[in-house]
């Protein structure tokens, strides 16, 4: 039988406020425990919630991000259930009537496809806090200090059917909330969470097969491996003759599997209601307004105006545009360059990129800053130094050594383009090499590369590679 | 000391004729002399007391006294007293020392006043008669066979009995109306969002009040006009100007349109009760005021739709005390569910497990909509009866209660049988409005309340209507016999 | 509505409530005899009716957003039952 695997993502986005989306306490990361978690995300007796201006501005900035419906009127309610790291005993969320709601992403699948994704709904609520596991004899400690940090839930139809077309709209929602600048997006802090809705049926069936949750897939890397695991395990079972049973699954991605979690083995009655100490939030014209005019260019907007503007490919785009950082360095990179938008495309995907992973550092911190890399560039195009040359000047750049023109002047890398040397240099090659040179003349051609490689050789690398080769097809034919 | 009014107590502490250490140290003395016969205080704060009132003897020595600087009050035990034990009536909350003031509290300490201690009060401010509070029943004043109503009843028996000038109360369902008339005293409960809820222990977040007990209305207003006001930290708390209630209290009623609701008169109304209730009407037409008929169709519903309400509220309002951060924590939990179950279980009493149980059962799966969303409907046909009404007349009158103070022990076998002697006081609530009950005169010698109610922010009209009242009437100057001396 | 033992359990347990197995029975009575009150509520016709969740009709204000709280770890802490290098401790949790 062909299987048909549906895919919806709930995406946990925590909001880049300075304070609670309650309470006036930090939301710093990594402060020692119960440090940042004042009277109000404690639950003592009597406090009372206030809501966060910012944390509402954020969630109708993604709104208008994903061209969803920005509620004019969205309540505030309780979901109810006893758990250590919920001191209320019940989460702040909203059920009825969220924030957002209707948007819809386009997510590139490959060079020339795409395809939207639609966006059932965001809406605003209050992280939990933490358990921590060691051991305190047989017990378990709970830091409140993320208790309160404002999240956006960001909940998609169930519209993909891969492994890979999940990952792409994970990525694309990380791309966008940290262009919109309403998170950090980091992973590994756990500000960005997703969970999946996975299940499978036959190719062709119109009805949707039951599903299992998957918890806990922070990276992109685990998404994939976690979503096709758990599309095999499901096959495996219906093909053995089992059925899926609707439950939450945990993805341990040290042994690569997902497994029950004990936790949620009851299910829960939320008994959600309204909450009665928050009032119901209106949203104006006015304030949706005011957060359009601080929208920034969304990702889409600015790789087609990469495309049309720079002339570049829609891959390269793609891959320029996917933060809005290395769009940023990019487009710097191309101003200082005197406007070669193809070379900085070029050394920004290629050698930028490529080193800054191998260190595992981000754009922003690159040692190679835009303006040391445009002025590389110029040096490139103005025939100061070949793209070759350009490669030590970048790795002397990487290591500290000074921008373009100092390590160019102190390596002595200036490219020769006097005729007059390379057709010297050229000529004492040819004495040198009589045997090949008679034998490119009887036709072996592809001894040209040959001689390319001397006369590079010969000035350790700083001919202009165009003349000596202009240069040498005329002398080698004599 | 004990026998005079806030108002005579501030111009008598400005004047010299007593500071307010001799006035705080009269009112402790009696306290412990006395209230072993009522057990109408949890905590008596002593010492604080009487640093409160050096302090406040200072600021009037400087001559930067408010109308409350060395006045003694006592807080409901519902309110967080910083470095206090706050138990809410609990053992839940019988080891709690709250980390810090509620804003009620805050505003009496900057208004200079003294802080006698923590009143008694049903648990978690759930009942009608004081009697489910961990510390024991208060017993009333007038009689001590009687209970003195609830929840608010250790704050309306410490002011009957005169320990307090002045307390402060809670209002839920008629907390502060219901005792306050059973015990024969002035309690008002404001508009809800006049008084910050911050810091007050919660019950049902979107009926809770705020609210004082003194013996005039007269006192009431100077205690109100320093809890009253807009409080950033509650959300629910309403950002408009607090009048000073004092100064509109001396205003003629001639011409004042007082509706009285057939409901409210109907058969389960004690005769003598309304006996007295007539009589009161009676002043009220001497002093030129116009009394009609008007109905509030819905009335009957109020307890119905009260005990859906309240309890799914405070099913999630009282989930927080789950032995993790404060309070009571079970010994040796077995495992998660057992810290919770147990803690909690032997941390509340029984009748707030029945009304956490019947919350849970309202929000449930299945039933949301036949219970919750079926009050919360008809809670909007209840206030709409009460706006229809307030078009034809300026406030609304009848008993704060169907009959005076039972017996303790009477109905306590009985919720339902309970639930309905806060009959009277439950619909203003459910609306949001303002209301009140005075001293109106005895029946069987126990004290009749009348009640009252007012459109929205209409605090001011209501005192205005009360001291009226009390001017011709003096009532709310009889002392039960055993405390008035 | 009248409740069973085992819809007293139920909603128990949903509340994290130990009850007594000998009380169970009276809460059944008690709490029936309460929902048979609420029931009168089924005399009104509701069908077009609004709900009012909030006695004013407001809506909710906002809240700049500023740190306004320090930390108070240690006062907070002095009154939990159980703390162990400042955090609250609960039997074994399990995902």
């Known amino acids: 039988m062909e299987w048909e695997t549906v895919i919806g993502l709930e995406i946990h986005v925590q909001l880049a406020t300075q304070s609670k989306i309650f309470s006036g306490a930090a939301t710093a990361y990594g402060a020692p425990p119960n440090t940042q978690a004042c009277a109000v995300d404690l639950a003592f007796p009597g406090v009372l919630p206030v809501l966060n201006e910012a944390a509402v501005r954020m969630a109708v900035k993604f709104g208008l991000a994903v061209n969803a419906n920005v509620a004019r009127r969205s309540v505030f309610a309780r979901k109810n259930y006893f758990y250590p790291d919920l001191p209320k005993g019940y989460q702040i969320s909203q059920y009825e009537l969220p924030v957002v709601e209707h948007g819809t992403l386009e997510v590139q699948l490959g060079d020339n496809e795409s395809k939207t994704i639609g966006i059932t709904r965001a809406h605003l609520e209050e992280d939990a806090g933490k358990s921590l596991h060691e051991d305190f004899h047989g017990l378990t400690g709970i830091d409140l200090n993320r208790a309160g940090t404002p999240l956006l839930e960001i909940v998609s139809e169930p519209d993909m059917r891969s492994a890979a077309e999940a990952a792409a709209y994970m990525k694309k929602i990380h791309t966008l909330v940290r262009y919109l600048e309403i998170s950090d997006g980091n992973m590994q802090e756990g500000s960005f969470r997703c969970d999946a809705n996975v299940s499978v049926r036959p190719r062709g069936q119109a009805t949707f097969g039951t599903r299992a949750e998957i918890k806990n897939l922070n990276s992109f890397r685990y998404i994939e491996r976690a979503i096709n695991h758990e599309i095999e395990r499901q096959i495996a079972l219906i093909e053995g003759g089992g059925t899926v049973i609707q439950e939450t699954r945990l993805y341990d991605s040290a042994a690569d599997e997902t497994r029950p979690m004990r936790s949620k083995e009851q299910a829960n009655d939320y008994r959600y ?44 785009a793609g891959v320029l545009t996917a933060s809005r950082e290395l769009a940023d360095f990019f487009e710097a990179t191309e101003k200082t360059s005197g406007g070669d938008a193809k070379l900085s495309a070029n050394w920004v995907t290629g050698e930028l990129l490529g080193a800054l992973n191998k260190y595992g550092l981000d754009v922003t911190q690159s040692p190679v800053t835009a303006a040391m890399l445009g002025g590389m560039i110029r040096r490139i195009a103005d025939n100061t130094i070949s793209g070759k040359l350009a490669k030590q000047v970048f790795e002397a750049m990487w290591n500290g050594e000074g921008d373009a023109d100092a390590v160019i002047a102190a390596k002595g890398l ?34 040209f590369g040959f001689f390319v490689g001397q006369v ?9 590679p165009g003349q000596v080769n202009d240069i040498l097809k005329k002398k080698l034919s004599g | 000391m004990h026998n005079k009014s806030i108002v005579e107590l501030s111009q008598a502490l400005r004047a010299g004729k007593f500071s307010s250490v001799e006035l705080t140290r009269h009112l402790l003395a009696r306290i412990r002399r006395l209230d072993g016969r009522l057990n109408s205080f949890v905590t008596v704060t002593d010492e604080r007391a009487l640093a409160q009132a050096r302090a406040a003897d200072q600021r009037l020595a400087k001559g930067s006294a408010g109308p409350l600087t060395g006045i003694p009050v006592a807080q409901k035990d519902i309110f967080c007293t910083a470095g206090i034990r706050t138990s809410c009536g609990s053992r839940m909350l019988d080891n709690f020392i709250a980390p810090y003031d509620a804003t009620t509290v805050e505003k009496f300490n900057a208004a200079g006043a003294v802080l006698l201690g923590k009143t008694n009060m049903d648990e978690f401010a759930m009942g009608s008669s004081n009697e489910t509070s961990f510390y024991g029943p208060v017993r009333n004043p007038w009689d001590l066979a009687a209970v003195p109503g609830g929840s608010s009843g250790g704050s309306a028996a410490a002011v009957a009995a005169r320990f307090a000038p002045g307390a ?40 809770d009040q705020g609210g004082v007990m003194t013996r005039s209305a007269e006192d009431a207003a100077v205690m109100l006009g320093v809890m009253a006001g807009y409080d950033p930290r509650d959300s629910t708390s309403v950002d408009r100007p607090v009048p000073d209630y004092t100064k509109t209290l001396a205003e003629p009623l001639q011409g004042l349109k007082i509706g009285l609701p057939r409901e409210y008169f109907g058969d389960g109304l004690d005769s003598g009760v309304a006996g007295v209730i007539d009589a009161a009407l009676r002043e009220y037409r001497k002093l030129g005021a116009e009394v009609v008929d008007i109905s509030l169709p819905n009335s009957a519903l109020a307890v119905p739709v009260y005990y859906v309400i309240a309890p799914a509220e405070c099913s999630s309002n009282l989930s927080r005390f789950d032995g993790v951060r404060f309070g009571h924590r079970c010994d040796k939990p077995r495992d998660l569910e057992d810290l919770y179950k147990r803690s909690r279980g032997e941390g509340f009493g029984a009748e707030v497990k029945r009304r956490i149980m019947i919350g849970t059962y309202v929000l449930s799966a299945g039933y949301y909509d036949a219970y919750y969303l079926k009050a919360q409907k008809i809670r909007r046909l209840m206030s709409q009866d009460f706006s229809d009404a307030f078009r034809k007349v300026d406030v609304i009158m009848g008993p704060a209660s169907p009959t005076v103070a039972f017996n303790i022990g ?46 929205y922010f209409d605090e001011a009209r209501l005192l205005n209507i009360a001291h009226r009242y009390q001017q011709v009437t003096d009532w709310h100057t009889r002392a039960p016999a055993e405390f008035g001396e | ?91 074994k949790v399990i995902e």
Not at chain 1, 430 to 446: C, F, H, I, V
């Open chain 2, 168 to 207: 402060t109360g809670t209002d839920t369902g008629g907390s502060i109306r219901q005792p306050a008339a059973l015990c024969g005293i002035t309690g008002i409960k404001p508009t809800y969002g006049r008084v910050s809820r911050y810091g007050m222990i919660a019950f049902a977040s979107s009926l």
């Open chain 3, 1 to 91: 509505m009248s409740l069973e033992r085992s819809d007293v359990e139920k909603i128990a347990h949903l509340a994290r409530l130990a009850i007594d197995r000998d009380a169970v029975p009276q809460y059944a009575r008690d709490l029936s005899n309460i929902l048979g009150l609420v029931e009168q509520m089924n005399r009104v016709d509701t069908d077009d009716i609004k709900p009012l969740a909030h006695p004013l009709d407001a809506v909710q204000r906002l809240r700049a957003d500023r740190v306004t709280e320090t930390d108070e770890r240690d006062r907070f802490q002095s009154i939990a039952p159980a703390v162990e290098a400042h955090l609250y401790l609960v039997p």
């Open chain 1, 414 to 447: 200036t490219q020769v383009t006097d005729t007059a040397a390379i057709e010297q240099v050229i000529d004492e090659v040819m004495q040198q090499n009589p045997e090949q040179l008679a034998a490119y003349r009887s036709g072996k051609d592809k001894l």
């Open chain 1, 273 to 316: 209601f309204p909450d009665p100490d928050l009032l119901p939030v209106e949203i104006s014209e006015e304030f949706i307004e005011q957060v359009r005019q601080t929208l920034p260019e969304l990702p889409d907007e600015k790789r087609g105006r990469f495309v049309y503007e720079y002339g570049l490919t829609p891959y390269e």
């Open chain 2, 410 to 455: 009477e109905k306590t076998d009985d919720p339902v049988t309970m639930y309905l002697s806060d009959i009277y006081t439950i619909a203003v609530n459910l609306a949001g409005l303002p209301g009140m009950s005075i001293p109106a005169g005895f029946c069987a010698s126990r004290p009749v309340g009348l009640q009252i109610i007012g459109n």
């Open chain 1, 456 to 464: 590079m050789k010969a000035t350790q690398g700083k001919a202009n």
